[in-house]
C-alpha cells in the first residue's frame, strides 16, 4: 500500500472500522482521508483509545472528593498526601500482547504505566500489578506464567522502582485470553504537576527518547479486537521493551522538570505519536505541525503511516517554552537520549504532518477526539439475582485439616513467593520491613518521611460472574479493607476493566453492572476512582473471560510508626473476629477449590457495615493499641488464621461453634485482630460503644492451629502445604 | 567520614547507598558521574548496585571502562577503601580490582529475598564491628551473583582469608540449600589482598533500620568509621 492508495471498503475493515465510523470519517475531513489520515482515525477510535463502548458508563463513577487533585482523563490520577505531596497513579492492561509474547508484552505494560506517572512529574516509587492465568495444567501456561514474570521483573528491577505487590488467579477463562496489568505509583510535589495541554502558538513541538521503529504498528488495533487460533501470527505487532533507555528517561524528564522549560508532556503510548500529539493539542485547543523527516528513526525508509502507528517504547512528546530548547537538550544529551524539535504548535486547530516537502496528512483535531463513537450496546443484566448458599445447600467435608491444606496449597491461595522474589520489591530503601509482598497491601514509607502509603490490587472475578453488581462492590471493598488492615486511610482508586465482547448484550450487562456496583462502593466509601482503563474484546474464539474488574487502591499513613501486619507478634495476644458471620459459600472458594462447583451469589456487601467495622479497626491501630490484623477474603475464616500462623510460625487456640459456613463462608466486612491481653477490656469497650460486632474466638500460640475440635493441624504444614504449589510446579514444567 | 558514590547510567541503589552512607557516615557523600574524571578527596568510594548500561554487554563490563573507574583504581591502589555492591561487585570484578566473575544464577531467576550470610573474616575495615563467624542478614537482589574464580584463585582466596561473606542458612551453616545463587563455595563476599576493596553481592546498605526489616547492615558502615578512627 502507498499514501496514495485509495480507501476501499476492504482497507476500512482491516482497519477494524465499520462503514457507519468510515461515513463519519467521510463527514469529519470533508474530503476521502488519504491512508495516513485513515491509520490516524483508525486508532483513535479503536476502542482501545476511544472508550466507545464504555464511557456512556464511565461517566457515572464518582471522581471527586477533597484530596483529588486530578481525577481521569489525564494520563494519571492524583491525590493529595498532605505536606505539599501527591500520589501519583493509574493502572493498564497489556493482555493481548503478553499472551503473543509473555516477556515483551508484561515488560512492555510495566514501562507503558511508569511513563504514565513519571509523565506527570511524579518519581514512581511502587509498581503493583495483577496477573490472571488460565489453569495451571493448561499446555501453553508454564510459558506464560514464567515469561510474564520475568518480564515484569526484567523492567522493573532495570529501572529500579520495586514492584511491591499484587494478585495472582487461575481460572479456566482465561486458558486463551490471560491478563496482566500493571500499575505504577509515583510521589511529586503538589505544586510541580504536568499535564499534557499544549499551549502556545509558536512553541516548539519536541520529541525524545528511543528512536521510532516498525514495532507495535496497530498494537491499539490489536488489543481492540478477540483472538482467534491464527493470533500468534501477530507477534510483529508486540512492542519490545529497553528498560536501560527507560530509566534514562525517568531522570532526563524530572531533570528536566525540575526546571521551568516545559509547557506540556505526554508519553508516547498505544497509537504512539499519533495519540499523543492528538490529545495534546486537543486538550489546548491548538493545532500541531509535524515534520516527519525530523522524528528519530530506528529504520529505514519508514512512511508517515508507519511513525504516526508505530508503538516503539520509551518516547516523550514535549511542548516547550520558546528559546529554551537548547538548555533541554543538553540534559537529554548528558543521558544519551535522542532530542528532535519535530514541529510546532499552529493556530489551525489541525494536525498537519509534512515529510519530505509534502503534506502528508492534514486532519481537523477536534472531530478526531469529540466526534470519536460513543455506543449504548444494549445489555442483559439481572439486578435481582440472589442465589444465597450456606452450610446446608452446599456438601461438608469430613476432614477440615485436609480441606484448609489443600485451600491453602492450591493454585488460587498458595504463596506467591515463587513470584515475587523474582521482583526487586525493596530497592529505593522505602518498603517497611512488614509492607513487603504477602501481607494485606504493600506499604512504602514516602521518602524522607515519617508517612506511607498502603497500596493494593484485588478484585474477585467469581463474584463479578454470579453478580456483576456486587462483585463490583465488593473489588472496591476488599481494596478499602487491605489498606483499612494496615492501618491506612484509603484514598483512592485506579481501576482496569478487563471484559469480553461488548457487542454481547450478556459482557455489556456485566460492563454496567460492575461499573454501577463499583460506583456504589466508591460513593459511599468517599473513595472515588482517580484513573482507569478499560480493556474490552478479552475473548479467544468466541468465549470471554470472566468479568475482571481489576481495582488498584491507594492509601495513606499519616504516621507510619502505628501499623499493622497480618503476623502474629506475641504468645498470648487475643484473637478477635470483627464483623458478622453468616456462612456465605455461593460462589467460594471453598466450592471451587474443594468440589469444582461455581454457583450460588456471593455474600451482599452491607456498605454500611464495611465502613463502620473498617473505621473501627483503623481507629485502634491508629492509637497504637494493635498491630495485628488481616481481612477475611477469599477462602474465609479459617484461611485468614491459617495466613496469620503461617506468617509469624505461631499457632493459635481457636474456640468457635460452627460449620463449614462459618470456616470457610466468605461474608464481607470482616477482619481478625491479635490484641494484647491487657488491651482486650478498652478495645471490646469501645466496640460495643459502637455497635461493632466483635467476638474474642481465642488465644495465639503453641505451634499448631487448633479449632475446636474440628482443625488442628501444625504451622508447619501448614507452610509446606502453601510454600510448595509454585516450586512443585516450576519443577515439572520448567 | 567523607565519602562518594559512583553513579553510571541506569546505577539504580545509588539513592539508596547514599541515604545509608549519610545517616551512618553523618556527612553527604559525593555523587560522582560515571563520566567524571576526578573524584573528591574522599576515604571511602562506593559502587552502587544497579543496570549499569543496562547489563546489556555482560553484567559490569561497559560500566568498568568508564572514565570515573581509572580515578577509582588509582585511589584503590592509593589504599582509599573502595566497596561494591551487587552491580558494584560486578564492576570491580570487571575492571580487575577484584578476582574471579560473576556468572548468572544457578537457578537462572533474578532472586530478591533476605539472606543468611556467614562474617568469615571480621579483621577488615568493613567488618570489625562484626562478631567472628556472625550470621546476618542482608537482602539481595541480583541475577547475575553467581561467583566463579578458577581452582587457583579460590585456593588463593581461601588461604588468604579473603572470603569475607558465605551464604548460609540461619544456623551458619554452608550449606548447598543456602547457597542461593550457585556461587562457588558459597562465596558471598570478597577483599583484595590489600584489604581495602570490598565486593559484595547483597544489599548491607538495605537493612540499616528496624523499620525497613532489621538493621544488620549497619555494623558494615560503623566497621569502617571505627577503622578510618584507629587508622
Request: overall charge negative.
Amino acid at each position: 500500500m502507498t499514501e496514495q492508495t485509495k480507501i476501499t471498503p476492504e482497507i476500512v475493515a482491516e482497519h477494524g472500522l465499520t462503514p457507519e465510523e468510515y461515513d463519519l470519517i467521510l463527514e469529519s475531513m470533508g474530503r476521502e482521508p488519504n491512508l495516513t489520515e485513515l491509520g490516524i482515525f483508525s486508532v483513535m477510535w479503536s476502542e482501545h483509545c476511544s472508550y466507545k463502548s464504555s464511557k456512556l458508563h464511565l461517566k457515572t463513577l464518582p471522581t471527586e472528593a477533597d484530596w483529588v487533585i486530578c481525577g481521569p482523563g489525564e494520563n494519571a490520577g492524583i491525590i493529595d498526601i498532605g505536606d505539599n505531596q501527591a500520589a501519583i497513579f493509574k493502572m493498564e492492561s497489556h493482555n493481548h500482547p503478553s499472551y503473543i509474547e509473555p516477556y515483551q508484552g508484561a515488560a512492555t505494560g510495566v514501562g507503558g504505566i511508569l511513563r504514565d506517572v513519571f509523565t506527570m512529574g511524579a518519581r514512581p516509587v511502587a509498581n503493583m500489578n495483577a496477573l490472571r492465568f488460565g489453569m495451571p495444567d493448561h499446555p501453553k501456561m508454564p510459558h506464560l506464567i514464567s515469561g510474564v514474570v520475568a518480564g515484569i521483573g526484567g523492567y522493573g528491577n532495570c529501572v529500579g522502582v520495586p514492584t511491591v505487590g499484587g494478585e495472582t488467579d487461575f481460572d479456566e477463562s482465561y486458558n486463551g485470553n490471560i491478563l496482566v496489568n500493571a500499575m505504577t505509583v509515583g510521589i511529586a510535589d503538589s505544586n510541580k504537576i504536568f499535564y499534557s495541554a499544549a499551549a502556545g502558538v509558536g512553541n516548539p513541538v519536541v520529541y525524545v527518547g528511543s528512536k521510532t521503529g516498525r514495532d507495535g504498528i496497530h498494537g491499539a488495533t490489536m488489543a481492540s479486537a478477540e483472538f482467534t487460533d491464527d493470533s500468534e501470527e501477530k507477534r510483529p505487532t508486540v512492542q519490545v521493551g529497553d528498560p536501560f533507555t527507560e530509566k534514562l528517561l525517568i531522570e532526563a524528564c524530572l531533570e528536566l522538570m525540575a526546571s521551568d522549560a516545559i509547557v506540556a508532556i505526554q508519553d508516547m503510548g498505544a497509537a504512539g505519536l499519533t495519540s499523543s500529539s492528538v490529545e495534546m493539542a486537543s486538550k489546548g485547543g491548538v493545532g500541531f505541525e509535524l515534520n516527519l523527516d525530523n522524528v528519530p528513526q530506528r529504520e529505514e525508509n519508514m512512511t508517515p503511516y508507519e511513525m504516526m502507528l508505530s508503538e516503539s517504547q520509551e518516547r516523550m512528546l514535549m511542548v516547550l517554552k520558546p528559546g529554551r530548547e537548547d538548555f533541554a537538550k543538553a540534559i537529554f544529551e548528558k543521558w544519551d537520549l535522542d532530542f528532535a524539535v519535530i514541529g510546532e504548535i499552529t493556530d489551525t486547530g489541525n494536525l498537519t504532518l509534512t515529510f519530505k516537502g509534502e503534506v502528508a496528512a492534514d486532519i481537523p483535531v477536534a472531530p478526531l477526539v469529540d466526534k470519536s463513537p460513543e455506543y449504548d450496546r444494549p445489555w442483559n443484566l439481572d439486578a435481582d439475582k440472589y442465589e444465597p448458599l450456606f452450610a446446608g445447600d452446599v456438601d461438608g467435608v469430613s476432614d477440615y485439616n485436609q480441606a484448609l491444606l489443600k485451600l491453602i496449597g492450591g493454585p488460587n491461595l498458595s504463596s506467591r513467593r515463587w513470584i515475587w522474589e523474582q521482583y526487586d520489591h525493596m530497592v529505593m530503601g522505602d518498603t517497611l520491613g512488614d509492607g513487603r509482598p504477602g501481607g494485606d497491601a504493600a506499604l512504602v514509607r514516602v521518602h524522607g518521611t515519617n508517612k506511607a502509603l498502603a497500596i493494593t490490587t484485588d478484585c474477585t472475578p467469581r463474584y463479578v460472574q454470579a453478580h456483576p453488581i456486587e462483585g463490583g462492590k465488593q473489588a472496591v471493598a476488599e481494596t478499602w479493607r487491605n489498606i483499612t488492615a494496615t492501618g491506612g486511610r484509603p484514598l483512592a482508586i485506579t481501576n482496569c476493566l478487563n471484559f469480553g465482547n461488548p457487542e454481547r448484550p450478556e459482557i455489556m450487562g456485566q460492563f454496567v453492572g460492575a461499573i454501577q456496583g463499583m460506583g456504589a462502593a466508591c460513593k459511599f466509601l468517599e473513595y472515588p476512582v482517580i484513573s482507569g482503563n478499560v480493556s474490552l474484546y478479552n475473548e479467544t474464539n468466541g468465549k470471554g473471560i470472566k468479568p475482571t474488574p481489576a481495582i488498584g487502591g491507594v492509601g495513606l499513613l499519616a504516621d507510619a510508626s502505628k501499623r499493622a501486619s497480618v503476623n502474629f507478634k506475641r504468645e498470648g495476644d487475643i484473637v478477635v473476629l470483627v464483623g458478622e458471620t453468616e456462612g456465605h459459600l455461593g460462589a467460594s472458594l471453598y466450592l471451587k477449590e474443594l468440589f469444582g462447583e461455581e454457583r450460588g451469589t456471593p455474600a451482599k456487601v452491607d456498605l454500611a457495615a464495611e465502613k463502620r467495622n473498617g473505621n473501627f479497626v483503623r481507629s485502634i491501630i491508629e492509637t497504637g493499641d494493635i498491630d495485628t490484623c488481616h481481612d477475611i477474603s477469599g477462602g474465609g475464616l479459617l484461611v485468614t488464621l491459617a495466613e496469620m500462623a503461617m506468617a509469624s510460625n505461631m499457632g493459635a487456640n481457636i474456640t468457635l461453634d460452627g460449620d463449614h459456613g462459618t470456616l470457610f463462608g466468605e461474608d464481607q466486612a470482616r477482619y481478625v485482630m491479635a490484641v494484647a491481653a491487657d488491651k482486650l477490656d478498652d478495645i471490646q469497650e469501645a466496640a460495643q460503644s459502637t455497635n461493632i460486632p466483635f467476638k474474642v474466638i481465642g488465644t495465639v500460640g503453641g505451634d499448631n492451629l487448633v479449632v475446636t475440635d474440628k482443625v488442628n493441624v501444625a504451622v508447619s504444614d501448614l507452610k509446606n502445604a502453601h510454600e510448595s504449589f509454585f516450586p512443585e510446579y516450576f519443577s515439572k514444567h520448567d | 567520614m567523607k565519602s562518594a558514590v559512583i553513579v553510571f547510567p541506569a546505577s539504580n541503589c545509588d539513592r539508596d547507598m547514599a541515604v545509608a552512607l549519610e545517616k551512618i557516615f553523618g556527612e553527604k557523600p559525593a555523587m560522582v558521574w560515571h563520566g567524571e574524571a576526578t573524584i573528591p578527596d574522599v576515604d571511602f568510594i562506593a559502587l552502587p548496585g544497579g543496570f549499569s548500561y543496562g547489563d546489556y554487554l555482560r553484567s559490569g563490563a561497559m560500566a568498568a571502562r568508564s572514565p570515573v573507574m581509572a580515578e577509582v583504581i588509582k585511589r584503590a591502589n592509593d589504599g582509599v577503601s573502595v566497596f561494591g555492591v551487587c552491580n558494584g561487585f560486578q564492576v570491580l570484578t570487571e575492571s580487575g580490582l577484584l578476582p574471579g566473575a560473576l556468572m548468572r544464577n544457578a537457578g537462572l531467576k533474578f532472586i530478591c529475598k533476605d539472606a543468611y550470610l556467614k562474617v568469615e573474616n571480621n579483621q577488615t575495615r568493613f567488618t570489625n564491628k562484626y562478631e567472628a563467624g556472625e550470621v546476618v542478614r542482608y537482602p539481595v537482589a541480583h541475577h547475575d551473583g553467581n561467583y566463579f574464580a578458577d581452582a587457583d584463585t579460590l585456593k588463593a582466596l581461601e588461604e588468604n582469608n579473603q572470603v569475607v561473606y558465605r551464604y548460609v542458612d540461619a544456623e551458619g551453616n554452608a550449606t548447598p540449600e543456602a547457597n542461593i545463587n550457585g556461587s562457588q563455595n558459597n562465596i558471598a563476599g570478597i577483599i583484595n589482598k590489600a584489604g581495602n576493596v570490598l565486593g559484595m553481592m547483597p544489599h548491607p546498605e538495605r537493612l540499616i533500620e528496624h523499620d525497613l526489616g532489621g538493621d544488620d547492615g549497619r555494623a558494615l558502615f560503623e566497621s569502617a568509621i571505627a577503622a578510618l578512627a584507629n587508622a
